[in-house]
């Protein structure tokens, strides 16, 4: 039934067993960065990311450890929230790239706004997946795969400009490449009807590449950010802090400049 499954008890199996450690390094990565990022101003939405990560994971989990116990309303309420969750990080992590640019402020009501409505449009498509309006199976490519796939790319472009003009130093990107092949990967894993992979399952390896994507990209990131005043940066002038700034505390700052 299972490439890599423990047998319980009569017909009840623990399905990829595999997956659990991974799961689990994945929550301490989750915690550790959602800690970290918190404390620099920098990369405080960066921790949010990683917060829905965490919640992600520990969804996973559950599912995983107790889907023999669970009843299915709670099973269907879980994967409703999975469903959402990578939506959320790519939608999160498109605002971060903008922020990065000087093209949002991550406390306006513009940047608010964008959050609800977007989480408000991808609910309203699960929920009428759940009614049988929609396929859920086209729903949820499109959250956790399509889209993502194509915010990420808009990232992408956003960190070259953050990059070239504010770091200067464009091979810190590479530590981006993990994400191309783990969503290369997992378009591949939705599109194939192959499970089993010898010893282990499609879904063991793209949680696997998942989290070695995630691990990676908090290396970029924190190696990515500049120090949080102003002045010049090789070169070139900072200013991410004051985007992050009230009016009042702008001209504060400028005042004292």
């Known amino acids: ?23 689990l390094f ?20 960066y921790s949010y990311i990683y917060l ?14 107790f889907f023999n116990t669970l009843q299915f309303s709670t099973l269907y309420a879980l994967t409703f929230i999975n469903t959402l969750l990578p939506f959320s990080m790519a939608i999160l992590c498109l605002i971060a790239g903008s922020v990065d640019v000087g093209l949002l402020d991550f406390k306006s009501k513009p940047t608010k706004f964008i959050i609800g409505i977007s989480v408000l449009i991808a609910s309203s498509l699960v929920i009428l997946s759940v009614f049988k309006v ?11 795969i399509y889209i993502p796939v194509f915010l990420f790319f808009v990232y992408l472009s956003t960190q070259m400009y953050h990059i070239k003009y504010y770091v200067g130093d464009i091979k810190k990107m590479f530590w981006l490449i993990p994400i191309v092949f783990n969503f290369t990967f997992s378009l591949m894993f939705f599109l194939n009807s192959i499970h089993c992979v010898n010893f282990t399952s499609m879904f063991t390896i793209n949680t696997l590449l998942l989290v ?3 691990l990676m990209f908090s290396q970029y990131i924190t190696i990515s950010r500049v120090p949080l005043h102003f002045g010049i940066i090789e070169g070139r002038e900072y200013d991410v802090v004051m985007m992050l700034k009230s009016e009042k505390e702008k001209e504060k700052e400028e005042d004292n400049l």
């Open 134 to 144: 929609i396929g859920y199976y086209y729903i949820s490519t499109l959250l956790e």
């Open 26 to 45: 994945a929550l301490y990565i989750s915690i550790s960065r959602f800690i970290r990022f918190k404390k620099d101003v920098a990369s405080i939405i």
């Open 212 to 214: 070695i994507s995630m």
């Open 52 to 65: 829905l990560f965490g919640v992600y994971s520990i969804l996973c989990l559950l599912q995983i450890l």
């Open 1 to 23: 039934m299972y490439c890599d499954a423990i047998h319980i008890k009569g017909d009840h199996y623990l399905a990829y067993i595999l997956v659990v450690p991974i799961l």
